[in-house]
């Protein structure tokens, strides 16, 4: 069985408080792109993780897919063996939540595969286990997200009359880096009300609380995201804790002259 796990961008991201649990209550709105990685998995005598594409850092073992199987295996202790190979095109580090796509699609799969009989709801459950941002991806559909981001509420959020490009600059910033420079402050007007005005407001309204000190310290991000506006975007935004940046435009633009120093993907 074979399954295409999407990437997500964040339009918005405010993180409002720091919790006792160490995490972070934050508002957002996840919106689903197309750039997709390649999940497959066949039953077989024990447990294999394989990848392709874009290398995956760390072991195999610490995969999210991996884990997830782990944490499924505990509840369905008949659960057989499989072999999972994972073609990797989301970049990583790149607030995309890839790894965390990758999980929750193969949550999904393994729940169709062996007739598990999770209802969506169950799925987000185990999702949540995995990672803040996975449990989005278990119906991957455009949602204000709150609480430690794990919560949804959804919003009706239609991008598709627009062009989205996505460019990737050379560099990689982790979630936890991210979260350690920041400094949570409350909110004077929630994003839920800010992303269903026109979006020629959100430039002036909606921001990514992480860009700050990012910016600050990886000053190739802030020259994409200017650049973005100055080729007409109607609204650009560094995605999640970067380091990618995404810009919304009503035309294509013509990119190529970035394209030497960074990846870009047109029409996500
Ligand atoms: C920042 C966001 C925004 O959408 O995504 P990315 O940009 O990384 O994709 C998410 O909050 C990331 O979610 P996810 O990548 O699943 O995070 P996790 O693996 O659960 O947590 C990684 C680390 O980030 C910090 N963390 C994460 C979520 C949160 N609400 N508060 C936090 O402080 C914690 O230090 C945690 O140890
Ligand atoms: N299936 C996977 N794909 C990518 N990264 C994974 C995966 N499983 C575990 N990881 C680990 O998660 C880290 C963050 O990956 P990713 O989700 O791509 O980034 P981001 O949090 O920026 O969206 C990687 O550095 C990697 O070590």
Redesign the pocket.
Known sequence: MIVFPNA?I?IG?N?TE??PD?????E?V?YPIKINDVLEVIEADELGFESSGIEIPGDDADNLCIKGYHLLKKDFPKLPPVKIHLHKNIPI????????SDAAFFIKLMNEKFGLGLSADAMMDYARV?????A?FIEAKPVF?F????EFESVKLDLSAYRIVLVMPDAH????E???GVKPAPVKESLYELIQAPIETWKRNIKND?EVHIFRDHPAIRGVKAELYERGALYAAM????ASVFGIFDTLPDLSAMEAENQVFYDV
């Open positions: 997500k964040n991201l993180i720091r919790r160490g995490y972070h209550n934050l957002t996840f580090g790149a607030g995309l939540g890839g790894g965390s995995l990672g803040a941002d996975c989005f997200a609480d430690k981001g794990d910033v982790s979630t936890a991210a979260y350690r992480f995605s999640g804790s970067g």
